[in-house]
């Protein structure tokens, strides 16, 4: 998987250097376009976790900057208008996530998203405590984090 990785980046690399133009947009269409290039010569071989894990990383990275945006907006929201709409809540979610770095992993982007914290995480380590700034139904939150962020963060890992 490394060198896939590191063949993607030379691609990369050698299609910016072939235009001419330094900028972030042409290095992910260099990296677009190296990984189609891999991909086609590895096609007849057998199918390494490279290219099934690209795909998942850019979908969660996707569905990270969308749930971000969507929790921005509600806590701007909420901070501007006179009434505060905010229904704050602390729930105890149950972990899918095993090792230290998938829990680390998760409690970080967990974090970063704004209206949620990660308060602790429980002895047995199959539980974390996480203050909701916007807890409406308990289910549902647990339902959502499982589905989505979870879901698609141990995919990317294991």
């Known amino acids: 998987m ?28 260099g990296f677009v376009l190296g990984f189609g290039i891999l991909w086609v010569i590895e096609r007849t ?17 996707l569905y990270f900057i969308y749930d971000m ?3 921005n907006f509600l806590v701007t929201f909420d901070l501007l208008t006179p009434r505060l709409f905010s229904s704050p809540g602390i729930i ?17 982007i967990i974090a970063l998203t ?3 914290m990660v308060i602790d995480l429980s002895d047995d380590r199959s539980t974390i405590y996480i203050h909701v700034m916007y807890l409406k139904d308990k289910e549902k939150f647990i339902q959502q984090m499982k589905e989505g962020t979870e879901k698609k963060l141990l995919e990317i890992i294991r």
């Not at 490394?2 to 992910?28: C, D, P, Q, R």
């Not at 071989?45 to 850019?58: E, H, S």
């Not at 770095?101 to 970080?108: R, S, Y």
């Open 45 to 61: 071989g057998n199918q390494t976790q490279y290219f099934l894990r690209v795909p998942k990383i850019i979908a969660f990275i």
């Open 114 to 116: 704004p209206g949620t």
């Open 92 to 108: 105890a979610y149950p972990l899918d996530a095993k090792t230290d770095f998938e829990i680390t992993m998760l409690c970080n």
């Open 69 to 71: 945006l969507k929790a």
């Open 2 to 29: 490394i060198t896939h990785l590191l063949l993607n980046l030379l691609l990369s690399f050698v299609w910016v250097a072939l235009t001419g133009h330094l900028n972030y947009i042409n290095f992910v269409f």
